[in-house]
């Protein structure tokens, strides 16, 4: 994985339009104010991402109904790995 963008938030509000286009490479550009992280502006793709987990954290699964792709995928994780 390559470096994460940080960007001090006067750079990124004096140029917005480049920090834009960098996220949708990028992925997420994390925003600085006196060398903190005060938050991000993530790729359109990143957000669907972040919906779709935000979505599942609340998910209660029974296991007699988990659908056989589910299973599949439980089947196959490799744990203690991270996702990317």
């Known amino acids: 994985m390559s470096d994460p963008t940080i960007v ?6 004096r140029d917005f339009a480049r920090y834009q286009d960098e996220a949708m490479a990028a992925k997420v550009i994390f925003v600085t104010s006196h060398d903190q ?6 790729s359109a793709d990143e957000f669907d991402h972040y919906r779709r987990l935000k ?30």
Do not use: N, P
Not at 8 to 13: G, S, V
Not at 76 to 81: E, I
């Open 8 to 13: 001090r938030a006067a750079d990124f509000c």
């Open 55 to 84: 979505a599942r954290e609340r998910e209660v699964l029974i296991v007699g109904e988990l659908d056989d792709e589910m299973i599949a995928d439980i089947a196959a994780a490799d744990y203690g790995a991270h996702a990317t």
């Open 37 to 42: 992280i005060v938050g991000a502006y993530l």
